[in-house]
């Protein structure tokens, strides 16, 4: 992606919405992605994000600084019980991810709803 950090908000979309799962930057309006799965979605989205700044860039338009400080390295260490990492494993392994992007969608999507910010 960009050397610029930028915050997303990730939610599934509904059947209704066509399923898979958008993101959406909110610092760059109306740069968005989509994709059947996650990781689709990721990649879309860092086309997209690549795409708003060269669009920005020719126009000349102003590229906002990301409104979330550099000092997040995106890693911190958590401890659960080992009925739930078990329960998470299990889930990821049948979903077709790793514990590490499913515990990350769900924490995005808990986030999307109350604050509308993650990553």
């Given at each position: ?6 915050p997303?908000t990730i ?5 209704e919405?066509?399923?898979?799962y958008?993101i959406?930057f909110?610092d ?6 989509d994709g059947?799965t ?7 989205a ?11 860039k020719?126009?000349g338009?102003?590229?906002?600084e990301?409104?979330i ?6 890693q911190w260490?958590i401890r659960l019980p080992?009925s739930?990492h ?5 889930r ?13 969608t769900i ?5 999307g ?7």
């Amino acid at each position: 992606m960009s050397d610029l950090q930028y915050p997303m908000t990730i939610r599934p979309l509904t059947k209704e919405e066509g399923g898979g799962y958008l993101i959406e930057f909110p610092d760059l309006p109306g740069c968005m992605a989509d994709g059947e799965t996650m990781e689709e979605a990721l990649h879309e989205a860092e086309d997209a994000l690549q795409a708003w700044l060269a669009t920005a860039k020719e126009f000349g338009d102003e590229i906002p600084e990301p409104s979330i400080a550099s000092k997040y390295s995106g890693q911190w260490r958590i401890r659960l019980p080992k009925s739930l990492h078990a329960a998470l494993a299990l889930r990821a392994k049948s979903e077709g991810v790793s514990l590490n992007m499913l515990a990350a969608t769900i924490l995005a999507q808990a986030c999307g709803q109350k604050t509308n910010a993650s990553h």
